[in-house]
Structures are given as structure tokens and as C-alpha cells.
């Protein structure tokens, strides 16, 4: 995990919570690799559904923060679920309770429910033996460009938040998602607008208005939904290195300065 987004994100508590990710004009992945790292590193079974990277990619940036993803494979605390590329389908190992890792997947004849009741088997036997469980998705808005209906995906994602959060031994969900404003997908927007509205905590990674810099990146704004629908938020300048994300407040860069 990164200190700097550990620090600003210290106050609160992400146990039992959906975290929705999203990004525009930026790439926002660093924060999914936060949450990833602090979840291993916190000896959290972590169950990664990916529908945009290779497990080597999570791999490579997790080894820089002093976490052995293939270890972590192996000793069966990470579930990777590699929908870059494959999307689910039957299989004779699903017939017989085989491990979610060894689902087959078709892009013609994809089943959320059945991915759904597959982790809720698996995650339900974890927590009986009391272990805490927590699902990283990313990135969720790339199957509305495979064809998944917007319909499906909200559903999906209402019922791994009930498994998740309603339990002290489930969650975080964490939800990555792309939502380019310059863009006109209406999709895209529905998606996280819906996510955002049913999220605990919403973290933004955008562009800066003032265009491309060397020194400062973007702009991450955190949303915290409190009780009785209060909402109260904070914001940080980034930058992204090769091994580290630095926050500023605004107007503290020794860019700006």
C-alpha cells in the first residue's frame, strides 16, 4: 500500500464497506493496488476479479511494496479470477464444485449469477471458519462494452454487497471503474452514477483542469456517505512514481509554490 493514500484514507474504517473506484481523463489503478496490497498484507483472503490486467501485472506492482503475489496464490489467500480473458461459462469442474479459479470462460454465454453463487459458496465457507474475506473488481465498466446489460451489472454488484457488508467479517468491496467525461457513454455514467449512489466510500481520480503536468498528475477526491445520508468529502493533488503515489493538498506542490 502506499503511506501517503494510507494516511489520508486513516480515518475510517473500510471493514464491511463497498468502495467504489473511479476514474476520468487518469488512470486510477493505483488505488486498486492499494487496496490489494493492504488487504494481503493485513492477512485478508482476497478474492480479484479482473476483467482488464493479467495476473503478472498486479503482480509486478504488488513486489515493489514487499508482497509476493505468487506466494500468496499458492498459499491460497489470493483467488485470482482472470476475466481478461475469458468470460464465464459451464464447465465440468463447476458441475462438481471444482475451485472458482478453475472456471472456464466463453464470451458468448457469460453468467454473473453463476460467478455470484460460486464466490458466495467459497467467501460463506472462509468466514465460517473465521477468516475475513474481501472482492477487488477491475474493471467493471469494460462489460458494458462486451455486450453485459447495465441491469445485470447493478444486480451483480447489489448482491455481493449484501453477502459483503452486512457481515463483520466481510469487505471491503472494492469496485474499479472508467468514466471519461469528455465522453459521451451513457452507459458508463449510469454505472458509476448507480455505484456511487449505493457506495460507502467513493474515490475519484481525475485529470487536472489545467491540462497535462510533470509535477502533479491529478486531482483524488474522497466521498464518505456518513449516517442519515450525510456526505462529506476530501481532496489531495497526486502524483504517481514508479514505487510510490505522493498526495498534496492543494496548492502545496513545489510545482504550485
Partial sequence: MFPDIATFLACKEFKGKFVLISDSQIN???MIHHF????LK????VYLLSFGQLLVHYSTVASKQGVNVAKCVSSGQLHFVDCFTRLLTR???????G??????????????KLLYLKLKAE???EMAGGKSCCVIIDDYSILLSLGMSLSHLVDFIHYLRTMLCSSNKGGPLVVMTHCDED?????????RDHLSYVSHIHIQATGLKTGISKDIHGELKVQWCEDFGQVTSQDRHFKVTDRNVQLFSK??????L
Fill in 36 to 39: 490489494l496490497v493492504q488487504a
Fill in 91 to 97: 464447465s465440468s469442474d463447476e458441475a462438481s464444485g
Fill in 123 to 125: 467467501i460463506d465457507a
Fill in 183 to 191: 465522453v459521451e457513454d451513457e452507459e458508463e455514467r449510469l454505472l
Fill in 251 to 256: 496548492g502545496t506542490s513545489t510545482a504550485v
Fill in 99 to 112: 475451485p472458482l479459479r478453475s472456471f472456464s470462460f466463453d464470451h458468448r454465454n457469460m453468467s454473473l
Fill in 42 to 45: 493485513s492477512n485478508t483472503i
Fill in 28 to 30: 486510477g489503478d493505483f
